[in-house]
């Protein structure tokens, strides 16, 4: 059985190779799209398995973030790096495609100005600021979505794994990065409409973003990002290269002194990891209509290695699954239990990591995921530690 | 033109008035003026209350004087059924009543029955200018002091006869230098009624003054386009020029000063977590909250003080100090033997499990106090300001904050260094397994520890209760903050905790006036991960092992 | 063996999470009609919008001890967006299409207001804005019972420059760094410069949200204001920011007579968290203080008192503004004989509801309220006490005159312009 564990790569056809789990999840994703698609676009509103549009913005929304999670686990489950600041890599992408889409706003909006949006109107500002120019090619937009939060993690992962910041550490000053983002973001002088954000988006290709249609290929798109998604990170981490990783997450000296550059291997699996959230994000803005600098805030990033944790770390498929859930949990309790909701929520994470640490996926049969998640808990399959060392972890 | 000339009248009138009663007496105030002056103020509107208000000025009455201060605090109130006026201050259910012609106390009324005589902006400046008048004759160099002061801040021309004989009578070195500045003020203001010799004369006394009053008198005559007078012109923008370079000089003492409040008060918010952080390893992102529990103790005591002793709210923070670190250290404690201790050495999973216990408390919090701001007001030792030198003040209460950030960690150093439990828990985090053999419960002492630092939020909460909002979102607002100075100070290293905060505060202020307040805290963060890179484990790190892990 | 049971045991947790989407989405009868409450409870802006919510509870279990509406009952659907802006719209698209409410009352903040609208005019469904906001917007689908800036700004700084005010001729405009604040500033600029006061008068400064430590910034102002003019400032600063500046200001001893502060954005709530003994004098521009004496101020805030239970709670603007708004649309409800959109939209315009304060709020046909403009100052109870006040009412201007872009367009939802933001006509199907 913990054969199964490292199936050989290469040797066995590629659907075979995710395990169950994967098999499952690779295939059931597009299929309840479809689905759902279908159950928009073809069923009469009076049908009961009609799915509403707010039901299709909701699970589209609930699909970038499960994009999202897997963009974290991918790091923190397999290389051990916890980002605080991972929220800021899925708010660059979302903006980069909201500039987009407040380009297509064209002469529409409420000032009636061909080039400038609503809120640079009214700054008075007389030119499109330089960096404004190019995103209203949608190809140009889409480079840009995986580009700039890949630069970012270049730049920060560069100089911080180079110095060998690890750890804790890593994680307050990733926290402090998207915590100036946000500052940054909410200045209305940088020209990103400040703490408005961009809203009232028109259209996307020619055809607008209220309608079902549109809906629905962003729903679809959506659920094609997230398989996409987890197919990569399968496949890193399915490699030679996913043991380095692994060697790094569970003794990164040791993996140094056997000669491996480390912060080469963080790096590449960091910028991986924050293209992918950008990616999340490019798909996010749209189906909500609007972006604004509260995705920059620690708390948002905070939530989303919550869901990592409480879906499975280390699993891909269970971070992705707790996403959904606490998502879906937010959006039900808000509405049926406004005044309680934040004890529940908050009363999960205790429980989950107190009660769950090998999260919702290791409730239900560890055997299923086809991965070892002793090795997604370093902290269990180790003895306890003296305190001393805990923060250098 | 002809307003002018009406307000000059009644000040002469007024000036008459005190000149024929001499001071120090109110033996000569013309009879019954007082009492006449007294039904006036009941009249209708602004203008009415004005009016009343220079009658009473001129009564040259001492009497007029705490009548005058309670109107400008809005502590005078009429009786509806007989417009009789009367201080009046809100006790039990009604007013305590006092009789301003007699100055005793005349009962307690119904709230139903009296109406409170308004005021606004424009009469409290005319308040001011009549007390100042009434006071400069006052037999405490104090109130002639303060009575010179507000000449200063509201120059009348029409009172400089008795300016020069309050300064031909005084002889107090303190009121003489204050009245001085009154009277060039009043030159000064005086426009053509006083002579070029007379105004440079004046702009000499006010150069040596470092104050924004000085500042704004002199700006006043060069914007003044009606003074023709090169010679004064001249006098001015050289006296400007002296003040602005002492002003600007005082101006980075003063900043600096307010960057090591900031750093004080960042040091407040970091020490506990420098505890529960830094020595532990809990990655406590229910910090904050314990230091919001720490303001709502605060509240809830100075509630009580409220209710049962309002004459004592003065002692609320030091009785609210104990209790908050209890009830902070109690759930501190809860906490850890309930969910920490079965964390350790998954420093990440703390994080998590603390963060859905914060969000627990901020929301019990917000159900049981409701989500608005409760309100926690200062004792009087720590309001207003302290004048270091003429023109450079620093805040009471920004005083107090940084000397209490001080005391609490040279307190938690000493408990640490010199008391049997500092010994133990010191012997716990260096080596765990060898304490317990040595017959340390060191579970024990975790529990006290994390109890410790979580007290010593609690401390921090009451600190922090003087100066920002107690409401339920109180500690979401530090706790990013206290992180970056545990780590930029180095962890487990209270002395790197203290310069972390100060260089902080400090670098945060420096900036800010260049940059604005949002782009210098931008600044700031970038300046901190730039730092980590250098030194990744903070200013001063722990000597360690030369590889990690 | 094992891997059948496997897959079919994942498919089934995944079908029962599929499920629960659809089971959310299903709609019951309407036996009663359903007013949406869209007030943040949780996060950053609990602190000013769960009164609202409260107070918006009250006055519907008022309502239906009236007999209800149309002989149905009222029945209140309250979420909870958190302070979280896209929330917002998730949450208003599910009151709307999920729980099929008739009318929504909600928001605070502008962008809140911003990340719903598109909403409300995709499902076309109605929205009362109960807050103080600024302006340069017109939607067919949101009633703004708020203030515009020509209802609070701009009466506040010719009350400052007034001999009463102080005569001041310099201003400090300091707000927190978001699009109200901005635009008011912006107007507030344009107004002074029309009234001859030069650039160099003028300072304005933003800070973050939740700014706490103001000791730089009340510095300033005190040099700022020893240029030997009377100066004042004028605060649009946000919420959560106000308690340390005021307390800073209290510190460093500056008086209202020397340096007065006039907020747009502080109520009685806002104080309610204040020592306000030092701050007397300080000014604030409403619609609605709770100290104003008429029979039905006193009516309201009885109800208030009883319905929350607590003699202590405040009442202040945004809740009239609510009280008028549900009014008003109760009363356009009954006049139209049904809660359709278009029935009762059509049926706000000309609507009156008495104000708390004395005079009548009318429904214009650019979706804002006409309004008395009251200028009060603080006392030491945490009450204001007005100073001043417009002699009519003001009705409220969607497009500010003093934005050049903005002045040219009018918003008028009435045939034949029915069009928020246009220089001509605009007729139905065009």
């Known amino acids: ?393 | 033109m002809i307003q002018i000339c009406q307000r000059a009248i009644r000040l002469l009138l007024l000036l008459a008035a005190i000149l024929a009663a001499g001071p120090f007496s109110a033996n000569g105030a013309r009879a019954g003026a007082f009492e006449d002056a007294l039904p006036v103020l009941t009249g209708k509107g602004f203008a009415a209350v004005g009016e009343a208000v220079d009658a009473l000025a001129a009564s040259g009455d001492p009497r007029a004087i705490p009548v005058l201060e309670a109107l400008s605090d809005g502590d005078l109130y009429y009786r509806e059924s007989d417009k009789a006026v009367f201080l009046a201050r809100k006790g039990g259910e009604g007013y305590l009543l006092t009789d301003p012609g007699t100055g005793e106390a005349a009962g307690t009324g119904a709230r139903g029955d009296f109406q409170k005589i308004k005021t606004n902006n424009r009469l409290r400046v005319k308040i001011r200018t009549a007390l100042g008048a009434l006071g400069l004759f006052s037999p405490d160099p104090q109130v002639r002091i303060a009575a010179a002061r507000s000449l200063f801040m509201d120059p009348d021309p029409a009172l400089l006869p008795l300016v020069d004989d309050a300064l031909s009578k005084d002889d107090d070195p303190g009121a003489r230098e204050a009245l001085d500045l009154a009277r060039a003020a009043i030159l000064i203001k005086a426009g053509e009624a006083s002579t070029p010799a007379d105004k440079v004369a004046a702009i000499r006394i006010l150069s040596q003054s470092t104050s924004q009053g000085a500042r704004a008198l002199l700006g006043g005559i060069l914007l003044d386009d009606g003074e023709g007078s090169e010679e004064v012109r001249q006098a001015a923008g050289k006296a400007l020029q002296q003040i602005e370079t002492r002003l600007s000089r005082l101006a980075f003492v003063e900043n600096v000063f307010q960057g090591i409040s900031l750093g004080s008060v960042l040091l407040l918010a970091a020490i506990g977590l420098a505890i529960t952080f830094g020595v532990m390893g809990v990655i406590n992102m229910a910090h904050g909250e314990m230091v919001m529990l720490g303001a709502y103790a605060t509240y809830l005591v100075q509630e009580t003080f409220r209710l049962h002793a309002p004459e004592a709210l003065g002692w609320s923070l030091p009785i609210a100090l104990p209790f908050a670190f209890l009830v902070a250290g109690a759930v501190g404690i809860a906490m850890e033997r309930g969910v920490i201790r079965f964390l350790y050495g998954r420093p990440l999973e703390t994080l998590l499990a603390t963060w859905g216990i914060s969000l627990v408390l901020q929301q019990l919090v917000r159900t049981i106090f409701g989500p608005t701001n409760r309100e926690v007001s200062s004792p009087d030792w720590m309001s207003g300001t302290i004048e270091v030198t003429s023109g450079l003040l620093f805040t009471t209460n920004r005083l107090w904050i940084i000397a209490f950030a001080l005391i609490v960690l040279f307190a938690l150093m000493a408990v640490l260094r010199y008391t049997a439990f500092g010994l133990q828990m010191r012997a716990v985090t260096q080596n765990r397994r060898m304490a317990n053999a040595m017959g340390i419960r060191s579970g024990w002492v975790d529990a006290f520890t994390f109890g410790l630092g979580s007290g010593i939020a609690g401390i921090a909460g009451v600190a922090l209760s003087q100066i920002d909002n107690v409401s339920p979102n109180l500690g979401q607002s530090y706790i990013i903050d206290s992180f970056l100075v545990v780590v930029f100070g180095g962890v487990g290293n209270l002395w790197g905790t203290l310069v972390g905060a100060m260089s902080l505060g400090i670098v945060n202020k420096l900036l800010e006036p260049y940059s604005g307040a949002v782009l210098g805290k931008i600044l700031v963060l970038i300046a901190v991960i730039m730092f980590i890179q250098k030194r990744p484990k903070g200013l001063f790190a722990l000597k360690g092992r030369a590889v990690e892990n | 063996m094992g891997k059948v049971r496997r897959l079919s045991r994942t498919l089934a947790i995944a079908g029962v999470a599929a499920g629960t989407w659809f089971g959310a989405t299903a709609a019951q009868a309407a036996d009663t009609i359903k007013v949406g409450i869209l007030h943040s409870l949780s996060g950053t802006m609990a602190i000013s919008e769960t009164t609202l919510k409260d107070a918006m509870l009250m006055l519907i279990e008022q309502q239906n001890a009236k007999g209800g509406l149309l002989g149905k009952k009222l029945e209140a659907v309250v979420v909870d967006p958190a302070s979280n802006w896209p929330l917002f719209a998730e949450k208003a698209r599910e009151l709307i299409t999920g729980d099929k409410v008739d009318v929504v009352f909600g928001c605070w903040t502008s962008v809140s207001r911003k990340s719903v609208l598109p909403v409300f005019e995709e499902l076309n469904s109605l929205l009362f804005y109960p807050v103080q906001y600024e302006g340069e917007e017109s939607s067919r689908n949101v009633f703004y019972t708020g203030a515009a800036p020509n209802q609070q700004a701009i009466p506040a700084v010719e009350y400052l420059m007034s001999e009463d005010g102080g005569g001041a001729t310099r201003f400090a405009l300091l707000g927190t760094d978001y699009v109200y604040p901005r635009t008011t500033n912006k107007i507030l600029r344009a107004f002074l410069n029309a009234k001859g006061i030069a650039d160099e008068d003028i300072l304005e400064e933003y800070t973050p949200f939740g700014h706490s430590d103001w000791q730089t910034i009340v510095s300033n102002l005190k040099e700022f204001s020893s240029q030997g003019k009377k100066t004042a400032v004028v605060s649009t600063i946000n919420g959560d920011a106000n308690v340390p500046f005021y307390k800073e200001l209290a510190n460093q001893g500056i008086k209202a007579e020397d340096l007065p502060v006039v907020a747009f954005s502080v109520g009685e709530e806002e104080l309610a968290g204040l020592d306000t003994t030092p701050l007397v004098g300080h000014l604030a521009a409403w619609n609605y203080f709770m100290s104003v004496d008429t029979p039905e101020n006193d009516a309201f805030i009885e109800a208030w008192h009883g319905y929350i239970k607590d003699e202590k709670r405040v009442t202040n603007d945004p809740m009239e503004a609510h009280y008028i708004g549900f009014n008003m649309w109760v009363q356009a409800v009954k006049q139209a004989g049904t809660t359709n959109v278009d029935a009762v939209r059509q049926a706000m315009y000309g609507q009156q509801v008495k104000n708390l304060t004395g005079g009548v709020a009318e429904m214009h046909v650019n979706h804002h309220l006409s309004k008395p403009v009251l200028i009060g100052e603080i006392q030491d109870d945490g009450q204001f006490e007005t100073v001043w006040e417009t002699s009519g009412t003001v009705i409220g201007d969607a497009w500010s005159d003093f934005i050049p872009e903005s002045a040219k367009l009018t918003a008028d939802w009435t045939y034949p312009w029915v069009c928020g933001n246009c220089e001509k006509p605009k007729y139905l199907g065009n």
């Open chain 1, 1 to 393: 059985m913990s054969n199964a564990a490292f199936p050989h790569a290469g040797h066995r056809p590629f659907l075979l190779r995710l395990g169950p789990t994967g098999t499952v999840f690779v295939i059931l994703v597009p299929v309840v799209a479809i689905l759902m698609v279908a159950g928009n676009l073809l069923l009469p509103p009076s049908s009961s398995f009609h799915v509403p549009a707010h039901v299709m913005s909701l699970v589209g929304k609930y699909l970038c973030f499960a994009l999202l999670a897997m963009s974290v686990d991918l790091i923190w489950g397999f290389c051990g790096i916890l980002s605080l600041g991972h929220g800021a890599f899925f708010a660059l992408g979302g903006y980069a495609m909201g500039m987009h889409l407040m380009r297509q706003i064209g002469d529409r909006g409420v000032y009636s100005n061909p080039l400038l949006p609503d809120f640079m109107v009214f700054l008075d500002w007389k030119e499109l600021p330089w960096y404004w120019h190019g995103f209203d090619n949608l190809a140009f937009t889409l480079l840009m979505v995986l580009l700039v939060p890949g630069l970012l993690a270049f730049v920060f992962g560069w100089f911080t794994f180079r110095s060998r910041v690890t750890g804790v550490y890593f994680s307050i000053i990733s926290q402090a990065m998207t915590f100036a983002l946000m500052l940054a973001f909410f200045r209305n002088d940088m020209g990103f409409g400040g703490n408005n954000g961009m809203t009232d988006f028109k259209d996307l290709l020619g055809f607008d973003l209220r309608s079902d249609g549109m809906r629905s290929a962003l729903l679809f798109s959506s659920a094609i990002a997230l398989v996409a998604g987890y197919l990569l990170c399968r496949r890193m981490v399915d490699s030679k290269f996913g043991r380095v990783i692994l060697a790094i997450r569970d003794a990164e000296s040791r993996t140094r002194f056997l000669g491996y550059r480390v912060e080469h291997y963080k790096l590449l699996v960091f910028i991986v990891s924050a293209m992918m959230a950008g990616a999340a994000g490019a798909l996010y803005t749209p189906q909500v209509g609007i972006i604004n600098p509260s995705e920059f805030t620690p708390a948002n990033s905070i939530e989303i290695v919550i869901w990592v944790a409480v879906g499975g770390r280390g699993t891909l498929v269970g971070a992705a699954l707790g996403a959904v859930m606490v998502n879906f949990g937010k959006s039900w309790f808000t509405g049926a239990l406004p005044e309680l909701w934040l004890f529940l929520l908050g009363g999960l994470f205790v429980a989950v990591t107190l009660f769950f640490p090998k999260g919702v996926l290791g409730i239900f049969g560890r055997r299923l995921t086809g991965w070892p998640l002793s090795l997604g808990m370093p902290g269990r399959t180790r003895p306890r530690k003296p305190v001393e060392d805990a923060t250098g972890d």
